[in-house]
């Protein structure tokens, strides 16, 4: 695993920490390397800052006449805001601290001392900190331990209203490290830099409007005091390119067939909702799956041939409504022909007998849109303890709480692990932070996407591409959770590079499946 996968609470965090200095790293020695890793992740988002925003009317250009206000809290995240004041000191920067506490730590105590003897100006009262071109804040890190009040809250609030850039030591100060939740108040970082692992809070959605951009500063944690405390296989963790490489199967070996690269049936559309099944079907197209057939309602059978001539259409008997009233596969193949099944989008609740079909079959299932809500009148547990083999549900939150209407959604990694133990399912809870579960409770969390991405078909785009995957290398001993995971992150890397072409409005979940392959093939070249 790489750093960038592991995800740590607080208390897991401080028992990492408690390993390290055991072991003999001089704790003032790891602030100041951190403190200093910091400074410069600093001052090259300064370069890149000072170009595109306005700075205060004192500006003069150069560093000397950038004004970094430095929030010093009581903990040693302020110790860490220390050292970066006296690092951009030295470098030039025009400093100012704005320090509130009339307690610090030792460690905190003597930076501040020290910055002090500098003559960097220190300010205790809001009143008299100057206004800044930019603000970093070490407030509190992983130690905010209760709600913050008073002064303290009435600063954070007057820096928020400043809407300058704020830069956040760890994590804004105010949110709490595990659920992301805001306690009394937080800042509002335009960027957070998170320190050595990643924090659960900052993948809660409810910490997003205060983190910004976020990046990873690696200070060379040693991974067997990660292992250590997080077990070999830790519970959590963060999608990323490397997981999803390993998943994909690629290359393609040079002796495969089309049989051997996967068989996907998407049972999908519906006369009213036919656009579900050709944005299922372009989906599955850009996994490279071997052999694609596609069940739609006879009616629409031409459509879906003039939109994916390599795919196999099989038309099916309709209901008045215009759903497929029952699967006809052609003769001598049955269910068991396929090596998935992805089923859901633009189905109709008409579509019910389809679903009893294919959760009393024995092939690797997606259940998605009318899928599940079909599920769900269905009873979802007792439904799905019928199943025999792998059960794959993708709702978003209103679909999460039709099929488990028990289970709170606010913690989302939670409510994954809940859900996906109560059913032996692989449960995915879309989001702009998708969390996924195996019923183990090993859940993987996509912590990078678009809201973009919020619009309607982008989850059928999704289903197809899953499917696609899922029949690709279900045979080839890879955990499904893995293979969810994949989908997940290929489907938002690509709205995200389609944001890059076309800004946020230009992408439709046409366009998203038009970007697939474009941002696979980025990836696999940045990789090698
Ligand atoms: N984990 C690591 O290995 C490292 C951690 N470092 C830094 O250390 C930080 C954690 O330091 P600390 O444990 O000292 O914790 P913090 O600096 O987050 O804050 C703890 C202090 O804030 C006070 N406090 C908590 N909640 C409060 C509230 N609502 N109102 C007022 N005061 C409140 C506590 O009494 C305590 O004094 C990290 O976030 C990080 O910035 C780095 O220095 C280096 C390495
Ligand atoms: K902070």
Not at 36 to 60: E, T, V
Not at 278 to 302: F, Q, W, Y
Request: charged share 15%; aromatic share 6%; proline share 5%.
């Amino acid at each position: 695993m790489t750093k960038e996968q592991f995800v740590v609470t607080a208390a897991q965090m401080r028992d990492i920490e408690g390993r390290i200095f055991a072991a003999g790293m001089p704790v003032a020695a790891l602030m100041e390397k951190v403190g200093k890793l910091i400074s410069d992740s600093f001052a090259r988002h300064w370069q890149r800052l000072q170009s595109i925003i306005p700075l205060s009317p004192s500006f003069q250009g150069g560093l000397g006449g950038s004004h970094v206000g430095i929030l010093a809290g009581p903990g040693h995240n302020g110790g860490d805001a220390l050292v970066v004041a006296r690092e951009l000191h030295f470098q030039g920067y025009q400093v100012w601290i704005y320090q509130p506490f009339a307690k610090l730590k030792e460690l905190t105590s003597q930076h501040l001392q020290y910055a002090q003897s500098l003559g960097i100006p220190c300010y205790q009262q809001l009143a008299e900190l100057p206004s800044c071109d930019f603000l970093i804040d070490g407030l509190f890190g992983f130690g905010l331990e209760r709600e913050i009040t008073g002064n303290i809250a009435e600063a954070i609030n007057h820096f928020n209203d400043w809407n300058k850039p704020i830069f956040s030591i760890d994590l804004p100060s105010g949110l709490h490290t595990d659920t992301g939740e805001v306690l009394g108040t937080a800042i509002r970082a335009t960027h957070t830099f998170c320190l050595g692992l990643w924090k659960q809070g900052l993948l809660q959605e409810q910490a997003l409007e205060y983190i910004g951009q976020a990046e990873l500063i690696d200070f060379d944690i040693p991974l067997a005091d990660i292992h250590a405390i997080l077990g070999e296989v830790p519970k959590i963790k963060r999608i990323t390119k490397t997981t999803v490489f390993d998943t994909l199967s690629l290359p393609l070996s040079p002796t495969t067939h089309k049989y051997k690269s996967g068989h996907l049936l998407l049972i999908s559309g519906s006369k009213r909702y036919a656009g579900g099944a050709i944005l299922t079907g372009l989906g599955a197209r850009a996994s490279g799956v071997g052999m694609l057939s596609i069940a739609v309602p006879e009616s629409i059978k031409p459509l879906l041939i003039s939109h994916l001539p390599e795919a196999l259409i099989i038309g099916c008997p309709e209901t008045e409504t215009g759903a497929i009233s029952h699967l006809q596969l052609p003769s001598n193949t049955d269910l068991s022909s396929f090596n998935a099944i992805a089923c859901g989008p633009g189905l109709t609740t008409d579509a019910t007998p389809i679903i009893e079909q294919v959760i009393n079959s024995d092939v690797p299932l997606i259940l998605d849109a009318d899928g599940l809500n079909i599920l769900a009148q269905l009873g979802t547990i007792s439904t799905l303890q019928k199943r025999q083999n792998t059960t794959i549900l993708t709702p978003h939150t209103g679909e999460f709480h039709r099929l488990f209407p028990d289970i709170n959604y606010q913690d989302r990694v939670k409510a994954v692990q809940t859900a996906a133990s109560q059913t032996g399912a692989v449960v995915l809870l879309k989001g702009a932070r998708t969390a996924i579960s195996n019923p183990e409770g090993v859940v993987w969390i996509n912590a990078e996407s678009t809201p973009a991405l919020a619009r309607g078909g982008s989850g059928d785009v999704l289903t197809g591409l899953m499917g696609g995957i899922l029949a690709r290398v279900v045979n080839k001993q890879v955990n499904i959770e893995d293979v969810v995971a994949a989908a997940a992150w290929w489907h938002s890397q690509g709205g995200i590079l389609a944001v890059k072409e076309r800004t946020e409005l230009g992408v439709d979940a046409f366009t998203l499946t038009q970007y697939l392959i474009r941002v696979l093939k980025l990836s696999i070249e940045d990789i090698l």
